[in-house]
């Protein structure tokens, strides 16, 4: 399964290539839920100094009115009316291959927030992609920032969170800075940010504000998953194939922990005290939000990963594998409504986006692909013209 996790996107350096940096990276501490954890460092980062050899992206696609913003291809994200194909613009003009977008773009009112990874955030006009401003923060990006009022929250793939006016594009302050990894995307509440590591596995919170460390555990391990805030609980997938629900007004103490069948990679969603999850052994499993007991489970079948993050249309809990077969569960049950297999090429590692019946998908290929989940999961690659046609 690592083969298959993230293919030909990692390059590891040696620890002399990278002088200062250190090749230990994980504490010593509960070695037992960090071992899947150490277990993917060795595998595919090595050391501390791993990064993305042949980016391509895996931003999930951003609803604008009806329109889908997506990167068709890689470096260049494009407005597209779903219905027939076309494309309003495209930006950058050319598409750029080391500027691969992994992070969602930020949709408000009449403006797009793009972050690639090669760590250039950029404002555009959703009409007409004209840019307002842009910056380079010299850093790898692949978390989505977060957008609260007229501040953005970048974080950087070497630990960093960079706070960028959204009006001017003026880069101000650093919260904290460290050797840790951000690859999931941070969640934000009431003035808090909360971080989770790829390295040394530890989960932060940071008064926006002021930049100081509220609390900071170590019990949830490395992680690379999206983190979902809901109320007072902060939820965690981890390496250590566990899903952590951890308080965040008590310390970050753990409430409860999940034992998985594999790692939890895919954000988990949260709907009437349920909370459902996916691993990337292919299983999904519904858990009680307040005590952290299974409710049911079901197994995709063999060679099913799952890495895209579950949502709730028509009435169903919808499961996309890697592979891009698609299964519609019951929500009280887990049983199959209906099953489709919706891409031709290319992995499903994006997040799917909803609008009303219809979910738009995003492979590997940059093929763009909808699929109505009113009708049984009937569904249509999207057919891309070129802008203005």
Not at 90 to 102: G, I, L, Q, T, V
Not at 142 to 170: C, E, K, M, Q, S
Not at 234 to 244: C, K, S
Not at 273 to 289: E, K, Q
Request: glycine fraction near 10%; charged fraction near 20%; aromatic fraction near 8%.
């Amino acid at each position: 399964m690592l083969h298959s996790l993230l293919p030909r996107m990692f390059h590891v350096k040696h620890p002399d290539a990278s002088p200062g940096r250190t090749s230990t990276v994980f504490h010593v501490k509960h070695r037992r839920r960090l071992l899947a954890g150490a277990l993917l460092s060795v595998a595919l980062f090595g050391t501390a100094c791993a990064n993305i050899q042949r980016p391509e992206g895996w931003a999930a696609p951003a609803d604008v009115d009806g329109d889908v913003l997506v990167q068709t291809s890689t470096g260049q994200v494009s407005l597209v009316d779903p219905a027939s194909g076309s494309i309003a613009w495209s930006f950058p003009n050319e598409d750029k291959r080391d500027h691969a977008f992994y992070a969602t773009p930020i949709v408000d009112g009449d403006a797009a927030y793009l972050a690639d990874y090669a760590g250039r955030i950029a404002r555009v006009s959703v009409t007409d992609a004209s840019e307002a401003w842009a910056v380079d923060l010299g850093a790898h990006v692949v978390a989505t920032p977060i957008l609260d009022g007229d501040t953005l929250y970048v974080a950087t793939a070497d630990g960093r969170i960079v706070l960028i006016d959204a009006a001017t594009g003026t880069v101000g302050e650093t919260l904290r800075t460290s050797d840790r990894r951000i690859w999931g995307s941070p969640a934000f509440q009431g003035g808090t940010l909360y971080i989770g590591d790829l390295d040394n596995g530890t989960t932060v919170a940071i008064d926006a504000t002021s930049g100081d460390v509220v609390w900071e555990q170590e019990i949830s391990g490395p992680s690379a998953a999206d983190l979902l805030l809901d109320g007072d609980l902060l939820i965690v997938g981890a390496f250590d194939q566990h899903l952590h629900a951890l308080e965040v007004a008590n310390g970050g103490q753990e409430r409860w922990a999940f034992p998985g069948d594999g790692w939890f990679l895919a954000r988990p969603l949260v709907s009437d005290g349920i909370v459902y999850a996916a691993t990337m052994n292919g299983v999904v499993y519904a858990i009680d939000r307040a005590t952290g007991a299974e409710v049911w489970s079901f197994v995709a079948g063999e060679d099913a990963e799952f890495r895209a993050a579950p949502v709730i249309a028509a009435g169903h809990l919808i499961a996309i594998a890697r592979d891009g077969r698609v299964f519609a569960l019951d929500l009280q049950s887990g049983d199959v409504a209906w099953q489709q297999d919706a891409t031709l090429e290319g992995n499903v590692n994006a997040n799917p986006t909803v609008v009303d019946s219809d979910i738009y998908l995003v492979t590997s290929r940059h093929e763009l692909v909808r699929v109505d989940a009113s009708s049984n999961g009937a569904f249509q690659t999207v057919p891309l013209a070129a802008a203005g046609q």
